[in-house]
C-alpha cells in the first residue's frame, strides 16, 4: 500500500506546486485542463492544473486546482516531513514559511531535535519534524 498526500486549490495549484519544488526539490509534472480531454468542458479552466505530481525520492505530492465554487480550506490535517538531520528540518521549515503563518516556532522537543508547525502562503498546514538521532 502507498499512501499519497493530495492537496486541492483555488486556481493557484501550479505556484503552489513550484513553490514546494524549490523547497523540497523534486521532479514536478502538471497537466492543464487545457491538455486533457476536458478542455471544451471546462475553458475558463484551461490553464489551471487538473493534475500535478511533485516527485522525490521515495515521495510525492499530488495536487490539482477545483473548479469555481468547489474549493474548501485545507484544515484537519497536515502534511508531516520528517527529516534526517535537525538542519535539513530547519531548511524545509524555514522554506515553507515564507510569506506563511508559523504555528508553532521550530525547536527542539522532548520527542524530536527538531519540530515545528507552519501553514504556507498558500494555506497548505505543514509539520516538521525529525528523527531523534543525530543533530
Known amino acids: 500500500m ?3 498526500s493530495y492537496l486541492n486549490f483555488d486556481g493557484n495549484c501550479c505556484p503552489a506546486m513550484e513553490f514546494y519544488q524549490s523547497v523540497l526539490g523534486g521532479e514536478l509534472i502538471v497537466v492543464p485542463y487545457g491538455d ?3 478542455a471544451g468542458d471546462m475553458p475558463d479552466m484551461a490553464d489551471k492544473m487538473a493534475h500535478a505530481c511533485l516527485v522525490g525520492d521515495g515521495w510525492n505530492i499530488m495536487a ?3 473548479p469555481p465554487g468547489n474549493f474548501e480550506a485545507m484544515k484537519g490535517m ?3 516531513i520528517h527529516a534526517p538531520t535537525a538542519a535539513k528540518a530547519r531548511e524545509y521549515f524555514d522554506g515553507l514559511a515564507v510569506g506563511g503563518t508559523v504555528i508553532m516556532p521550530f525547536e527542539e522537543t522532548f520527542w524530536s531535535k527538531g519540530f515545528g508547525l507552519v501553514n504556507d502562503k498558500f494555506g497548505t498546514p ?3 519534524n525529525t528523527d531523534m538521532g543525530p543533530a
Open 126 to 128: 505543514w509539520m516538521i
Open 64 to 66: 490539482s486546482d477545483c
Open 2 to 4: 502507498k499512501v499519497i
Open 36 to 38: 486533457t480531454p476536458m
Open 78 to 80: 497536515n502534511i508531516s
